[in-house]
């Protein structure tokens, strides 16, 4: 009932919009139908015909699926609340899609909504049906309800919080001197399956920081291998893909007795995180207000050029999801709303602090959905 329930809220924004829409496989599809997105692979995996994989939606008939033989067969959605249609290798992927379109009644193509994630493929093959065809995006329509989280996701969000903090605390035990950054993110993959999870919601990330470990960004093969040895910080990004769902978390741990600084810098981030999540309160509050009350505690403190980067985005079926905690994001906050608050002081040869949680927007300040690992883990 979920679904068919939001497919009929998204038709009746069509109704007004565009003739019909298009969402490929995608978090966008998964929100709609329920069905899941795979393990996600480095290189293109191309099936035959596969521009036409996704879902097909007109005002006045319920959805089609299109997928094909080889995503039946060995990825096997669970489809059964849908209308499928299967493309063999052997089929003509213009004469089925041509097919859905007749069974819409739609003769001629003047709008489309397309998810922000389909391929240039697609369009090309559309435009050469229907040369006239304007393209709007569908995920900007859908956008609106998959912003405001429903309490069955907001359940499944906080179940993915659980693996992900079960995880690392199976990790901070096993950490020691010399360990290797790919040796820390190995543990933290295993772990995050260990205890229930897909697997991780993005690239597993470590910033490491110290007198000997220069902050590196975005240079994996070359930084994964760095032997870690006091003095340095470690400042863990990850979260768990449960049920679709990605969580996003963040902890500071230093290899070596830390001195006062250190931990003072920490209580800071600490604080400012504390101030964000204060500040999401209902009604008439701002991104940018949320991002602003983190950000001062920073900047009072004479270290505001060392916050680099956003407060927090918007998270759920997708990592990274509109709005975002920033100052220049006025989007009025509401009741359901997820966000990651995650401040940091970041020092290019020092050690740094940074601390990531899921929050829920609420009528009195923001809930995180993760609380645990409140202090400098030191492991000397």
Not at 238 to 262: H, K, L, N, S, W
Request: charge should be negative; glycine fraction near 8%; proline fraction near 6%.
């Amino acid at each position: 009932m979920i679904y068919s329930d939001r497919v009929e809220r998204f038709r009746r924004t069509l109704d007004t919009s565009a003739d019909m829409a298009f969402f490929p496989v995608s978090a966008d599809l998964q929100y709609l139908t329920g069905v899941p997105r795979d393990i996600p692979t480095y290189g293109a995996i191309l099936y035959p015909g596969g521009w036409v994989e996704g879902l097909w939606m007109a005002r006045d008939t319920e959805p089609v699926l299109l997928i094909t033989r080889m995503t039946a067969e060995f990825h096997a959605p669970d489809t059964s609340n849908l209308d499928v249609r299967v493309l063999s290798d052997q089929d003509d992927p213009t004469a089925l899609l041509k097919s859905v379109f007749d069974y819409f009644s739609v003769n001629d193509l003047d709008r489309l909504a397309v998810g922000d994630t389909t391929n240039a493929d697609t369009i090309i093959h559309l435009q050469q049906i229907y040369p006239k065809a304007r393209f709007i995006s569908a995920t900007e329509m859908l956008r609106p309800q998959r912003m405001i989280k429903s309490q069955p996701e907001i359940d499944m969000m906080r179940r993915a919080g659980e693996i992900t903090e079960a995880a690392f605390a199976d990790v901070v035990p096993r950490l020691k001197h010399g360990m290797s950054e790919l040796d820390i993110i190995s543990e933290v993959d295993y772990a995050l399956r260990r205890h229930g999870a897909l697997g991780p919601s993005f690239t597993t990330s470590l910033y490491t920081a110290g007198p000997a470990h220069a902050l590196v960004f975005g240079q994996h093969t070359g930084s994964w291998h760095r032997k870690l040895r006091p003095p340095v910080s470690i400042l863990f990004d990850f979260g768990a893909i449960y049920e679709g769902y990605c969580y996003d978390f963040g902890r500071t741990v230093v290899f070596g007795e830390p001195d006062e600084q250190v931990y003072q810098i920490h209580s800071l981030v600490m604080l400012s995180q504390a101030a964000g999540i204060t500040a999401m309160r209902v009604p008439e509050v701002t991104a940018a207000d949320v991002d602003a009350a983190a950000r001062r505690v920073i900047e009072e403190a004479g270290l505001g050029e060392t916050f680099r980067h956003r407060l927090g985005h918007g998270i759920g079926l997708d990592v990274h999801e509109p709005p975002f905690l920033t100052g220049s994001d006025c989007t009025v906050l509401e009741k359901g709303m997820l966000f990651t608050v995650e401040p940091s002081i970041l020092f290019e040869k020092g050690l740094s602090a940074r601390v990531e949680d899921v929050v829920l927007v609420g009528d009195d300040g923001g809930v995180p959905l993760t609380v645990g690992f409140q202090d400098l883990i030191v492991i000397d």
